[in-house]
């Protein structure tokens, strides 16, 4: 009841469909319901715990395509003779540091819709182990690219998304 009160407070598209779903279904409809409400989403998945778990593995989601776009761009130019090797070792310094911070802002707003403190030193102690699964995921990509040149990239980008996919998905279940 208290769900329904606020969704009919908030102005939420859809709140009359929502009114005549169970808990039960509503919480495997949260993917529609967080879907026509993209504009506020984090904020529902933040006042509705029945949302939480749908909105954790929407932004794993995205954040992995994200990754693994710049893991697969970054790689293209090792293909390229003599001036590929100077590019990639440019590509690799940035590429890690984009992917460890996205990774790093997925894990954040997995903590603030469960309700937690945002602010990156007060998850620390949790997120530490973060930075370095991330360089070994990394390390393994880079290695299989220079092992398989054509598929490389292709790889590269697969253990960009899953690696990321495996840090949302431990820090929702953590949380």
Partial sequence: EKI????????????????????????????VILKINQDIDL??????PVF????????????GVQNMIVALTSSLPTNL??????????????ETTVLTLNQLKLCLQIAG??????????RIK???PLVGTAFGFRTIARTLVGMVPL????IK???????THIIGETVRWYY
């Fill in 151 to 154: 598929a490389g990239p292709s």
């Fill in 4 to 31: 329904y009160q606020m969704l009919d407070e908030m102005y939420i598209s859809g709140s009359e469909w929502i009114r005549t779903l169970s808990p039960k279904t509503l919480e495997k409809k949260a993917d």
């Fill in 113 to 122: 819709i469960y309700g937690l403190e945002t602010n990156l030193f007060d």
């Fill in 43 to 48: 904020a529902l998945a933040y006042r509705f």
């Fill in 52 to 63: 939480r778990k749908t909105m954790a593995k929407n932004l794993t989601h995205n954040t």
């Fill in 81 to 94: 003779p003599i001036i590929g090797i100077i590019i990639s070792l440019l590509a690799v310094a940035g």
């Fill in 126 to 128: 949790e997120l530490w």
């Fill in 157 to 163: 980008g697969m253990i960009a998304y899953g690696g």
